[in-house]
């Protein structure tokens, strides 16, 4: 990141975490302490870690910043893509592969408006001294649709081999039937090659009425996505209604079930699908929550460090972190950690194996914590 540090130190405001201002918690593998490592962000969306330690993140309005190790923020940063700004759509997530150091590539989802209407866009750039260079749209999640500001998704994620991009999308909310299309990009788990093709394996290919694009489908809103370590697998989580969020095991050409079944309800009460929570031709999730968590953002820590591996989860409503130990792909009993305080968009783990939390708030700002 030497290159972008060189350019970025006047632009740096002044880090406002101080180890005095921790917070003690206690949890299932031992005290922990919470301070402010960043702040002066608004609504942080997503957060990709660079080698040098520090973060580039994403704010929902629009714009694009690079937090440095120690916590300082910069300018929005040059080169941004589009955006619509508008209920929950904005500048979404953003990803680097693990060859950053030399290809300075960067990838990142939006909310965009295009002829028809919206959609979730997958953006490719390069990271260079002052910003964004050659922004280039990758995918378009079509068709675009003229109405609704709800359930764009997205996660942008590179495989730990660098050889694949995975992008989550929601079902935009107003036709639910889209995410059971396999010619719709709505409401799906998308795979591309690392350039952008379309890979030859994914299981739609060839097929009549079907995208290429299409890894998996029947998603509602699909805000969490990562690779367990432990396995290899792809695991996500995404909102349901009213209860019936999830965590899913993510396996190529699967049906997950959106809306055709669910655990849950209509945010007035009302049943969907006539009540039928599974069925054939549907894969189940490996966990469920009625009532809602809300689920956001996930991430697996380290093996080797203080959370064992354990899966974590960003929740918005209600709010706080939510921890799971894993056996495999099993996840074992939750414990819910900094409840009901704020609102938590994405997790992320340093190089040091310091949890970072992104709070989903107007005066946004970056959490960490570390064993205590």
Known sequence: MTMLRRSLPLLLA???ARAQDATAVRTGRGAVRVTEWASGLSHPWGAALLPDGGLLVTERPGRLRYVAPDGRVSAPLAGAPPVVAEGQGGLLDVAVPPDFARSREVFLSAATL???????RLWRA??????LEALTPVLDAAPAQPSGRQHYG??????PDNAHLFMTTGDRNQDRERAQRPGDLAGKVLRLTRDGRVPADNPFV???GARGEVWS?????????????????????EFGPRGGDELNLIQPG????????????????GQIAGGRTAGPGFTDPIRFWTPAVSPSGIAFAPRDGFWRGDLFMACLNPSGLLR????????????????NQVRMRQVVFAADGALLILTDENRGRILRVTPG
């Open 324 to 339: 799971l130990p894993m056996q495999g792909d099993v996840p074992g009993e939750e414990e819910r950690l900094l409840w």
């Open 154 to 159: 997205s996660r942008v994620l590179v495989s």
């Open 14 to 16: 002044p880090a406002l």
């Open 114 to 120: 295009v002829e028809g209407g919206a959609l979730t």
């Open 126 to 131: 390069r990271l260079g001294q002052a910003g």
């Open 254 to 269: 699967r049906n997950y079930g959106w809306p055709l079944v669910t655990t849950g309800r209509e945010y007035w009460g």
């Open 206 to 208: 060839g097929r009549q």
């Open 217 to 237: 489908l029947g998603h509602r809103n699909p805000q969490g996505l990562a690779f367990n370590p432990a396995t290899g697998s792809l695991i996500l989580a």
